[in-house]
């Protein structure tokens, strides 16, 4: 514990921070500045570098861009692979991981150690992993480097050590799994096919051991031929040549035939004692033409055949269709006796895998449902019920229903807010789902110690806003409303919309919710904000639109009589703001030019809201003479004063949204009077044509961090998505860039307004792109009757410093270094009903001026942080105590004042990758990370901090990663985290009885260790392949599975081991027994034989 006092009484040095024509306060970390000041600091500071950490803890949403499935039977956890190397592994809700590959190589292919606790992923480059999933966070334990080939299908058999793998070339390795080393057993491409064949076969597509013998290796080439390799004689049994490609093969489960899906569209059926000629062909989608011939289909991705006890076999496939039906969407087909199922799906299939009950392919496999893995979706089929209805996914996979476009984190909200959002969105739920429980059911979690309320906002492209509960580290969806339903709806093509934004007017670009009063506000790319209240009752309401002129009409400069007369800003310095009115369009204004109209129609009608948030209030800024308005870049509410505050790079407006008037609506510029820093003359805001770039891209331009115009916020600027800048320039003094000085934050609080003030009174602080902070003072009536009739005064605007860069976050502190909570209103219902003799009153909290008196002392400190640097001063002073330059060469994105370890710090996210935390009040570096070293749009525009160390950005376009910088939550994790594997006894095969054995019907097993170990098959060549030892063996021992259920595990799977290697010495003993008495017997007999005959006799 570190503990500061300064001593500041009757210094008469002049702090730097107090000086509007200095920038900076000091250069160095933490540097403190003596000031003038009443009273003594006197802050504990408790946080040391000790209590940080970064690291990664949940990743929600859909797999982006998935490219292979595979599903462990026994365990029952499912995995998912994807383009850029990541491999999430499910399982019941709660049971989420996600892991890695360091090469970033897509998985082309995985394969679970069925009920063994591990995986194995094969990337496109051409590299073997095995996994290790018996602990917490999984890790590598080998890695297996083809050099000379590349590998195209893996093949495990279940309980075997050995992996088949098949490459380019159409040759087939032998992998050991244990210490992951090829075998020199190799089946050469030209071994496998009849000498005679003078083609290449093609690359391996397929390879799967006969269920009716495990000697016996079935390898599909892509050219159409199928040959089945005897792995003892090393020779084939039979070669099947086709003249279509082959895409899948699939076994029945007695090894007495097996079915083909063929390019054509085709399936074939193979019987193994004629494999001359397919003993059926069927084209399920092919209908025959008039002119007798089969219409051209397309190629069936992938067939499963599986059998059932009850009924007719299922076969299932993935494309097939006609090519004559264009525009139809993507097909899983399941084929039952003589019905004929198809599924249409809402994107590509990219996998699918049919769920069975046994591990055994051997058994009649009885599948009850299909996993289909699509591009931007994971769906599971019913298969017992005739209809087959789907599941209810119970994971977060729909984040990206509609593109992100914004989130909002907030953690330790009140307690009752997550109840009451599901149990409104609960009633909007979808239905007709599949009664059955969910199959993907493995793996263990428990709810944490440490768990508080936790929600995530995500806003969408569409207008749509998403309420997620987010508490102890899992996310399900609250509840869901749609902002587009307040407007009229634009016809393509026409409307105020099509010259803004055609695809997607509705895009939300930023949130500001006070979970407390449940007030909510949404700014759209359109350049509008809605405001929302919560209520548990539907209702009749009209909705309350007010239009403001934003944007001056002339580029030339004007003089201050001039500044008089325009409607669009008042007078610098009035107490009794006038309140701005939508001009009507001038005279000289060409017909058919824009001029004073919103860029979308709100209803105006009354109109029936459902329970749950309904709109209030809209506001919408206006088009001026053919030019549409500038987009908001910054918003704040307070529920306690009833204000609402917004801003662009044209200026300010404060609106009372009690009262449904405009305050304030002025330039940034008028809002310095004759106290610009700058010394500039008044002008309007220019008018310039800006290229586009959307809420996928952060604009370059110092001053205009808000976000500039787009037609579309998920198709603009895509390509240019990873090549963000990592520096911009700082320079505050450019006169060129004066007139698009923008408003970039807003914050009300209790605060002085002037240095003479006694008591804190409402204010408004307002940061620029240029650094300056203005303080605009209010006062507001405090009796219900009078709020809601007298006008809200706003007082002279006051500079109170400047900072390099733009202003991001304010924050505030009393003089013990407590946060000071912003005032708002308790929660009351709108729409309930009132009793006449007891009417209902605004309760407000921590909004008197004698409480806020009592939390400050004497004065309070603000905490302000730019691009560039921090500060903290010292009210009603406005002297600079700290100050800190957290960094030169990039800049900061995001900032934020939040509690961590019970206490506060300032946490900032660098453009340049870095999270920095920084102690309050004196600034001091407690941590600096460089956690991404590349940082895109996407997790610029969605990066944010909320508190009890945690944060989170959207990682893809459909998921959000959260991570933790909190040393406590940290070593907390492995208890948080779900476990991948549990010990389960491996189902015993099923006995096929006397009969079924006698006549053949059981399975021929083989010694594959005799076959391909290095005694009998030798070495395989060094340059080959590389083996790689992984980081995941000794590491992953120590971290697997950190309570006794783990150590239990890892006991019981030595003692299984143990004891089996005593059964096979138990067997071979006896085998060694049984030949000596053997031995000894047959000695006997022979000794008797010869005992009585002379030497020449015998």
Not at 579 to 607: Q, Y
Not at 716 to 739: C, G, L, M, P, Q
Not at 794 to 808: E, H, N, Q, R, Y
Not at 992 to 1018: P, Y
């Amino acid at each position: 514990m570190k503990k500061f006092r300064k001593v500041l009484d009757g210094l008469t040095t002049s702090s730097p921070g107090g000086t509007i024509g200095s920038p900076s306060c000091g250069s160095a970390a933490g540097t403190p500045t003596s000031a003038p000041t009443p009273k003594e600091i006197d802050v504990q500071e408790t946080l040391v570098s000790e209590n940080f950490q970064l690291c990664k803890t949940v990743r929600h949403g859909f797999p982006y861009q998935p490219t292979a499935l595979a599903f462990d039977p026994v365990q029952k956890i499912l995995a998912i692979g994807s383009r850029t190397g990541g491999v999430r592994i499910l399982g019941r809700p709660g049971v989420d991981c996600y892991c890695q590959h360091e090469s970033g190589a897509a998985v082309l292919q995985l394969q679970f150690l069925i009920n063994e606790g591990a995986l194995v992923t094969a990337c496109a480059d051409d590299t073997l992993h095995l996994w290790n999933l018996r602990q917490r966070r999984p890790a590598i334990l080998h890695s297996l480097k083809f050099n000379r080939e590349r590998v195209t299908f893996c093949h495990l058999p279940f309980q075997s050590k050995w992996l088949y793998v098949g490459t380019e070339r159409g040759n087939t390795h032998m992998v050991n799994i244990e210490s992951f080393i090829l075998s020199g057993y190799v089946i050469m491409w030209n071994k496998a096919i009849e000498l005679a064949t003078k083609t290449h076969p093609g690359p391996v597509v397929h390879l799967s051991d006969s269920p009716k013998d495990e000697g016996k290796l079935l390898i599909g080439f892509e050219s159409g031929t199928v040959v089945q390799w005897d792995l003892r004689c090393k020779k084939a049994d039979f070669r099947i040549y086709y003249d279509e490609a082959i895409h899948s093969v699939s076994w029945h489960h007695e090894g007495k035939q097996f079915m083909c899906s063929h390019s054509d569209g085709s399936l074939t059926m193979w019987n193994l004692r004629n494999t001359t000629k397919p003993f059926q062909v069927t084209y399920p989608h092919g209908k025959i033409q008039r002119d007798g011939r089969k219409e051209s289909c397309k190629p069936i991705l992938k067939v499963e055949y599986k059998t059932s006890r009850s009924s007719e076999p299922f076969i299932v496939f993935s494309g097939g269709l006609s090519y004559d039906k264009a525009g139809r969407r993507p097909t899983l087909t399941i084929m039952h006796g003589k019905a004929i199922t198809v599924l249409e799906m809402d994107y590509p299939i990219v996998e699918f895998m049919v769920l069975c009950e046994t591990p055994y392919n051997n058994e009649v496999q009885e599948p009850s449902a299909v996993v289909v893995l699509l591009e931007k979706d994971l769906i599971v089929v019913d298969l017992t019920q005739s209809n087959f209805p789907v599941f209810e996914n119970p994971y977060p996979m729909d984040v990206h229903e509609s593109p992100v476009t914004c989130t909002a984190y907030f953690a330790d909200c009140p307690p009752d807010i997550i109840p009451i959002l599901y149990s409104i969105g609960a009633k909007h739920k979808k239905t007709g789902y599949s009664q059955k429980e969910w199959p993907i059911s493995g793996g263990t979690w428990t709810l944490g110690s440490q768990t508080y309320p936790e929600v995530i906002i995500t806003g969408h492209a569409d207008g749509s806003i998403k309420f997620w509960d987010a508490s102890a580290i899992t996310l399900q969806m609250l509840y869901k409303f749609k902002t587009s339903k307040v407007f009229e709806k634009p016809k393509p093509g026409e409307g105020r919309a099509a010259d803004l934004v055609e695809e997607d007017p509705f895009a939300v670009q930023m949130v500001s919710w006070c979970p407390q009063s449940r007030i909510f506000c949404v700014v759209g790319i359109s350049a509008h904000i809605i405001l929302y209240r919560f209520s548990k009752y539907d209702a009749n309401t009209q909705i309350v639109c007010l239009d403001i002129r934003l944007q001056c009409e002339s580029d030339d400069v004007i003089t201050p009589s001039e500044n008089e007369n325009n409607p669009c800003f008042p007078e610098p310095g009035s107490h009794s703001p006038q309140a701005p009115h939508p001009a009507s369009p001038s005279s000289g204004t060409p017909e058919g030019v824009k001029d004073s109209i919103p860029c979308l129609k709100v209803k105006d009608r009354v109109v029936r809201v459902p329970p749950g948030y309904q709109a209030e209030l809209v506001i919408q800024l206006l088009w001026v003479d053919g030019e549409p308005p500038q987009q908001i870049s910054t918003l704040d509410i307070n529920s306690a004063y009833g204000l609402l505050a917004f801003g662009n790079c044209n200026g300010l407006a404060i609106v009372d949204y009690l009262q449904k008037t405009i305050l304030l609506c002025m330039s940034t510029l008028d809002l310095y009077g004759a106290s610009d820093p700058y010394q500039r003359l008044t002008r309007s805001p220019r008018r310039n044509r800006q290229s586009t770039s959307g809420l996928t891209e952060l604009s370059d331009n110092q001053q205009s961090i808000d976000m500039e115009r787009s037609k579309s916020p998920t198709s603009a600027a895509e390509s240019r998505e990873n090549s963000f800048s990592r520096s911009r320039s700082s320079s505050v003094s450019s006169i060129d860039r004066d007139t698009k000085e923008a408003i970039t934050t807003l914050q009300f609080g209790e605060s002085y307004g002037r240095k003479s003030d006694a008591l804190p009174t409402p204010c408004l602080w307002v940061g620029t792109s240029l650094g300056v902070v203005v303080l605009i003072p209010m006062s507001i009536p405090t009796d219900q009757e009078e709020r809601m009739e007298e006008a809200v005064t706003i007082g002279p605007c006051g500079t109170v410093l400047m900072l390099k860069g733009s202003v991001l976050r304010f924050g505030f502190l009393d003089c013990m270094g407590a946060v000071i909570q912003s005032p708002y209103e308790a929660w009351r219902d709108p729409n309930a009903s009132e009793d006449p003799d007891r009417p209902r009153r605004r309760k407000l909290v921590n909004f008197s001026p004698s409480s806020s008196q009592d939390t400050c002392g004497d004065g309070h400190l603000a905490v302000v942080c730019s691009e560039k640097q921090a500060k903290v001063i010292l009210m009603p002073s406005q002297s600079c105590l700290f100050v800190h330059n957290i960094t030169e060469s990039s800049f900061v994105l995001r900032a934020d004042v939040v509690s961590a370890c019970n206490s506060v710090c300032l946490a900032c996210f660098c453009a340049n990758g870095h999270v920095m935390t920084l102690s309050l009040p004196s600034l001091r570096p407690l941590m600096d990370v460089n956690y991404l070293p590349l940082t895109d749009m996407r997790i610029a525009r969605t990066f944010c901090f909320t508190n009890g160390g945690q944060a989170l950005y959207l990682s893809s376009p459909t998921e959000i990663q959260r991570i933790t910088y909190s040393q406590e939550m940290c070593d907390n994790l492995q208890e948080m985290l779900g476990e991948l594997f549990t010990p389960i006894e491996t189902p015993e095969a099923q006995n096929r009885g006397f009969l079924k054995g006698f006549f053949g019907g059981n399975a021929n097993t083989v010694d594959r260790e005799e076959l391909f170990g290095e005694a009998s098959a030798g070495k395989a060549s060094r340059s080959l392949a590389q083996h790689i030892p992984g980081q995941g063996g000794m590491e992953g021992m120590k971290v697997a599975a950190g309570g006794v259920v783990g150590d239990l595990a890892r006991a019981r799977i030595a003692l299984d081991e143990r004891g089996q290697r005593l059964g096979e010495l138990e067997d071979r003993t006896a085998l060694m027994m049984t030949s000596a008495e053997s031995f000894s017997k047959h000695a006997h007999e022979l000794m008797l034989k010869c005992k009585d005959k002379k030497w020449y006799q015998l």
